[in-house]
């Protein structure tokens, strides 16, 4: 069972994903809500979630400086980050600071089941919409050809690894559609984000993205 807690400053906006996430018999939406980054930050010490679903704007602390708080305590803690396209100056840092996916509000329903089952297995979804939006903010200066050349220093595995990534694979689902070892895809995955320059798996879905690659 994953279990989920919900961080947004909106009642009728939790409520909305209570519902989405409910369709799901493998996930559990903690009965506890944080409406503050204050009280996300608490909760998730407190409750210790499989993944939280973090808003971006709230009260008291932001949804990155709840992040980073979190992170301190809980390294490995999974978390989405909810945001807008008006966001951008907000997502960079984010990015940064290795969240597990990124969904916009306005999404498609399934991505929000589809992210929170890739976080909760160590993975990072991008929907196709965000992961155009994050290229085109993050790479601007880079361009496909230059992408795909990046890739290019990659072995035929690695980019098969790469592409299942970002995808929003974990390592365990990556192991099993390539018949690895887990250990196995996470030297792989050393080796890749070595070679691309990325710091992590949302970096290297943001180039395997623009490079065409999935």
């Known amino acids: 069972m994953i279990r989920v807690l919900l961080a947004d400053d909106e009642p009728v906006v939790r409520a909305s994903y209570r519902a989405i996430l409910d369709t799901d018999p493998g996930i559990e939406v903690l009965g506890v809500e944080a409406a503050t980054g204050r009280q996300a930050v608490a909760l998730t010490l407190a409750e210790r979630p499989d993944v939280v679903l973090m808003d971006i704007r709230m009260p008291e602390l932001d949804?990155?400086?709840?992040?980073?708080?979190?992170?301190?305590?809980?390294?490995?803690?999974?978390?989405?980050?909810?945001?807008?396209?008006?966001?951008?100056?907000?997502?960079?840092?984010?990015?940064?600071?290795?969240?597990?996916?990124?969904?916009?509000?306005?999404?498609?329903?399934?991505?929000?089941?589809?992210?929170?089952?890739?976080?909760a297995g160590g993975?990072?979804?991008?929907?196709?919409?965000?992961?155009?939006?994050l290229i085109g903010l993050l790479r601007a200066g880079a361009s496909a050809t230059e992408a795909g050349r990046a890739l290019a220093s990659l072995t035929a595995r690695e980019r098969e690894v790469l592409a299942l990534l970002a995808t929003?694979?974990?390592?365990?689902?990556?192991?099993?559609?390539?018949f690895l070892t887990e250990g196995t895809v996470k030297g792989y995955l050393s080796g890749i984000f070595l070679r691309l320059d990325v710091r992590n798996r949302v970096e290297a879905a943001i180039l395997a993205h623009q490079a065409g690659l999935v």
């Open 63 to 119: 949804g990155l400086a709840a992040l980073e708080q979190i992170r301190r305590a809980r390294p490995a803690q999974a978390a989405i980050i909810v945001t807008t396209f008006g966001d951008d100056e907000y997502i960079a840092r984010a990015v940064q600071l290795g969240a597990n996916g990124f969904l916009v509000k306005s999404g498609d329903p399934y991505d929000l089941l589809r992210g929170v089952r890739a976080a």
């Open 123 to 133: 993975g990072a979804m991008l929907s196709p919409a965000v992961a155009a939006h």
């Open 168 to 178: 929003g694979a974990s390592n365990a689902e990556i192991a099993a559609a390539l």
